[in-house]
C-alpha cells in the first residue's frame, strides 16, 4: 500500500446511539484495501437511505461500514497494492461503501471519479449518488433516447435536479414534479419543459391537458403509492417505469391492464446493492457521457446547503423537513 506519512491514529465520524440521536466520535482510520483508496474526506453528501440507515430500516450490507455517508469528495491519502489508477494526492469525488460520514474514508478505485475542472469539493461530494443513480436508471435500465419524454418525481431532491439537467442535456423532453412554485420554475430554468406543483396540480391531468396522455416514454418514481396507478396511465406504448424509492409507499391497489395493453416495461433499482464491477461500469460510462458537460458548465449540481459535521443532526432534520431544493452536503 503506498500512503502519506502524515495520517494521524484516529479521526472523528458520525456515530447513532440508541435513541437514534447522532454524535461524533473518534476511532481507528479505515485500511484500504487491495483495490481500495483511502481518501481524507473534505465534504460528504446526505441521502435519504441515510435517514432509513439511521432509523435501522436500511441496514448497511455485511462488508460494508456501519457508518453512515455514501458519497464524498477529497483528497487521495493511501492506494491498495493494485490500484493504478489513482495516485496519493489527487482530488477526487466517490461513491462509498460506507464510511462517508467521517474524516477519512474508503472507497473502491472503480467508483472514483476526477473532481471536475471548476467544481469546489463541496459542490464535486454531491455528484457520485446522483450522477450514477441517473445514469443507471434512466439510461442503463430505461434506454432514454434523445427526443423521448421522460417524467422525473421528485424533481427538487438531488436525484431529481441532477436528473432534470442530463436528460434535458443528452436531449429528452423533460417533465418533472416538485413541491412548490418556486422549485418549479427553478426547474424550468435548468432544463424542464414542465414542472408540475403536486400540492396544487394533479400531474396525470396537467399532461393530459397538454396531449401528453400515453405519451410519456419514460418515468423516474422515487414516490411510489398512488403515483404507480397514475404512471401508468400516462405512459406511452412500450413505456420504462423505473421505481428507485416508495416515499408514499410500497401498497397500492392498481389496476394493471394499461401495462398489457401498452406492453410497459416495470423495473427498480437500488444502487447500493449492486456489485462493485457493475458500479464501475456506471462511473466509466458517466465519464464518457456526462463529465464533458460537467465540465462546461452545461450541468451543474444545485447545493441546497451545508452544514458542518459537527451539525450533521441538524441537517438530516433539514432533509426529513422536504423543504430542500438539490443537495445537503457535510464538510467535514
Not at 476526477?114 to 443507471?136: D, I, M, R, Y
Request: a negative charge; one cysteine or more.
Amino acid at each position: 500500500m503506498s500512503t502519506t506519512t502524515d495520517l494521524p491514529d484516529q479521526c472523528r465520524h458520525v456515530a447513532v446511539s440508541a435513541e437514534n440521536h447522532l454524535s461524533i466520535e473518534s476511532g481507528p482510520i479505515p485500511t484500504p484495501g487491495a483495490e481500495d483508496v483511502l481518501i481524507k474526506v473534505h465534504s460528504a453528501g446526505i441521502n435519504r437511505a441515510d435517514l432509513l440507515q439511521r432509523k435501522g430500516l436500511y441496514p448497511p450490507p455485511e462488508d460494508a461500514s456501519p457508518i453512515m455517508g455514501l458519497e464524498v469528495a477529497g483528497t487521495v491519502k493511501a492506494i491498495g497494492k493494485n490500484v493504478r489508477t489513482w495516485q496519493v494526492g489527487d482530488s477526487v469525488c466517490a461513491l462509498t461503501h460506507g464510511g462517508g460520514y467521517a474524516e477519512y474514508a474508503v472507497a473502491p478505485m472503480g467508483q472514483c471519479m476526477p473532481v471536475p475542472k471548476g467544481f469546489s469539493k463541496g459542490e464535486a461530494a454531491a455528484l457520485p449518488e446522483a450522477l450514477l443513480t441517473n445514469w443507471h436508471n434512466l439510461f442503463q435500465r430505461a434506454g432514454l433516447q434523445p427526443g423521448e419524454n421522460v417524467l422525473i418525481h421528485g424533481g427538487a431532491s438531488g436525484i431529481g435536479t441532477m436528473g432534470v439537467m442530463i436528460c434535458a442535456t443528452l436531449g429528452a423532453e423533460v417533465y418533472t414534479t416538485a413541491g412548490s412554485d418556486e422549485k418549479c420554475r427553478a426547474l424550468e430554468a435548468r432544463g424542464a419543459t414542465r414542472a408540475i406543483n403536486y400540492k396544487t396540480e394533479d400531474f396525470e391531468a396537467v399532461l393530459t391537458e397538454m396531449g401528453l396522455n400515453n405519451r410519456i416514454d419514460v418515468i423516474l418514481d422515487m414516490i411510489g403509492g398512488d403515483y404507480i396507478q397514475k404512471n401508468l396511465n400516462i405512459a406511452a406504448a412500450e413505456a420504462r417505469i423505473v421505481n428507485i424509492a416508495y416515499m408514499r409507499g410500497f401498497k397500492a391497489e392498481v389496476n394493471f391492464a394499461p401495462l398489457l395493453m401498452k406492453r410497459i416495461t416495470m423495473t427498480g433499482s437500488t444502487l447500493r446493492a449492486q456489485t462493485f464491477a457493475q458500479k464501475a461500469i456506471m462511473v466509466q460510462e458517466v465519464m464518457k457521457h456526462i463529465f464533458p458537460h460537467l465540465e462546461s458548465g452545461r450541468i451543474k449540481p444545485i447545493i441546497d446547503s451545508i452544514y458542518p459535521l459537527e451539525h450533521v443532526e441538524q441537517a438530516h432534520g433539514h432533509m426529513e423537513g422536504g423543504q430542500h431544493m438539490g443537495k445537503i452536503i457535510i464538510k467535514i
